[in-house]
C-alpha cells in the first residue's frame, strides 16, 4: 500500500522532465511578466515625470515673476523713441488715427 | 529716390518705403480679418456676440488683447478695450465711411468693464455682452509687424501710426516735421474721425471715466514718438485723454510728445523739446 503511494507520489524519469519543463517555463514566464511590469512602470514613471511633475524636490518658489523682471517688461511698453531735426523733405505725412 | 508704395487698409492709407507691398498687404489684411468689428466673420465679431462665458480665441487673437490689457494697465486705464459698447452707443457702429450726417441720439454711456475680463492663456473669460474693440493697439500692432520685414531706411505708416527700419523724416500736423531715427511715431486726436449724432459732434476717443467720447479736450492732436509704434500709439492716446496733464504724463515716461492746441498752438513737452525743438514754439 505504502509503496503502491509511494509509486503515486513518485514519477518516474519521464513525468519527472515534464514537471521540470513546466516549472521552467512557470519561472521563464514569472520573469517575463516581471521584466514587462518593470518596463511599463518605468515608462509610466518617466512619462509623468516629464509631463505632470509633482512635488519640487527642492525648496518650493513663489509663482509670481521677480519684481525686477515685471518691472522691465511693464516698462517696455511705454519707451519713447529717438527723433530728431529733419535733414528733407519728408516723404510721409503722419496724421490722425 | 526710393519707390514709396501706398494701399488702402484698415480704413486708412497705408504708406511704405523699401518693402514688399504684397507682404505688408497680406500682413493687415490678416490683422483686420481678425479684428474688424465690421466684418461679420471677423473673429472679434463672433467673440462680441458668443453667448458663452469662456472661450477659446486665437493666438493672435490672445496676444493683441494680452498687449491690450496691458496697455490698459501701463496707462491707468485709459487706453481701455472694453469699451466697444461705448463706441456703439456714440454711434460708432458701422464703418466710418458710412458715418455720414446726423444720426440718432447718443445712448446711454457705457463705463469701463476692464475688471470683468480675464485672459488666461487662449482662454478668455468675460460676462456676454460685454463688446471689445482692440483699435487702440490692433493698427499699431500691424504697423510694427510689417515694419519689421522691411529693408533697413523703410518706413511703413498707417493712418497716424508709423514705424521705421531707420532715419525719416515725416511731416506733422501743422506743417513741422520732424525726423524718426528709430522706433515709431503716432498722432492720435479728433481732426478726422468725427461724426454727428443728436446734434452733438462725436468722435472716437472714448474717455473711460465717462464712457462718452472726451468732452472739451484742450488738444486737437497729439504726436508721441516710441520705442515702437504701439508704444507711440498707445502713449498718443492716453496723452490725449489726460488734457492739460498729457505733456508732464509723457515725460515721467521719457515719451516725447508733441501737442496741437484746438486754437492751433504748438505745445512741446519736455523730452520733445530736448530732442528737436523748432524756433518760437513754447513748451
Given at each position: 500500500m505504502a509503496a503502491v503511494a509511494h509509486a503515486e507520489r513518485s514519477p518516474g524519469p519521464g513525468q519527472r522532465s515534464r514537471i521540470e519543463q513546466a516549472r521552467a517555463r512557470a519561472r521563464g514566464a514569472k520573469v517575463a511578466v516581471g521584466a514587462l511590469a518593470t518596463l511599463v512602470f518605468g515608462v509610466a514613471f518617466m512619462g509623468a515625470k516629464a509631463h505632470a511633475p509633482g512635488h519640487a524636490k527642492h525648496k518650493a518658489q513663489p509663482l509670481a515673476a521677480p519684481a525686477s523682471f515685471e518691472q522691465a517688461v511693464r516698462q517696455s511698453a511705454l519707451v519713447g523713441g529717438r527723433i530728431a531735426p529733419p535733414v528733407q523733405p519728408p516723404p510721409v505725412v503722419t496724421s490722425t488715427s | 529716390m526710393t519707390a514709396v508704395h501706398r494701399f488702402r487698409a484698415m480704413g486708412c492709407e497705408v504708406v511704405l518705403s523699401r518693402g514688399d507691398p504684397v507682404a505688408v498687404a497680406a500682413v493687415f489684411a490678416r490683422w483686420e480679418g481678425v479684428f474688424s468689428r465690421f466684418l461679420r466673420d471677423s473673429e472679434l465679431t463672433r467673440v462680441n456676440a458668443s453667448?458663452?462665458?469662456?472661450l477659446h480665441v486665437s493666438p493672435l487673437f490672445a496676444r493683441a488683447l494680452r498687449i491690450a490689457l496691458e496697455a490698459a494697465a501701463d496707462t491707468g486705464g485709459l487706453v481701455d478695450p472694453t469699451l466697444g459698447a461705448a463706441l456703439e452707443a456714440a454711434g460708432y457702429d458701422t464703418d466710418f465711411s458710412r458715418l455720414a450726417g446726423d444720426g440718432a441720439p447718443v445712448g446711454p454711456a457705457v463705463p469701463s468693464r476692464l475688471g470683468e475680463v480675464r485672459l488666461d492663456g487662449r482662454i478668455l473669460r468675460r460676462p456676454p455682452g460685454l463688446l471689445l474693440d482692440l483699435n487702440g493697439v490692433v493698427k499699431s500692432l500691424a504697423v510694427d509687424e510689417a515694419a519689421?520685414?522691411?529693408?533697413?531706411?523703410g518706413f511703413v505708416s498707417a493712418g497716424g501710426d508709423l514705424a521705421a527700419r531707420g532715419p525719416v523724416d515725416v511731416g506733422l500736423p501743422g506743417g513741422d516735421a520732424v525726423r524718426v531715427v528709430r522706433g515709431g511715431l503716432a498722432t492720435s486726436g479728433v481732426v478726422s474721425r468725427r461724426w454727428r449724432r443728436g446734434g452733438r459732434e462725436q468722435h472716437h476717443l472714448i474717455d473711460p471715466r465717462t464712457?462718452?467720447?472726451?468732452?472739451?479736450?484742450?488738444?486737437?492732436q497729439v504726436t508721441v514718438s516710441g520705442a515702437s509704434c504701439l508704444a507711440a500709439d498707445v502713449a498718443a492716446k492716453a496723452s490725449f485723454l489726460l488734457g492739460e496733464d498729457g505733456p508732464a504724463w509723457l515725460d515721467e515716461h521719457g515719451m516725447p510728445g508733441r501737442f496741437v492746441a484746438r486754437g492751433g498752438d504748438v505745445v512741446l513737452n519736455g523730452a520733445w523739446h530736448r530732442d528737436v525743438a523748432p524756433e518760437g514754439v513754447c513748451t
Open positions: - | 453667448p458663452a462665458w469662456a519689421d520685414a522691411l529693408s533697413s531706411g464712457g462718452r467720447p472726451y468732452r472739451d479736450p484742450p488738444w486737437e
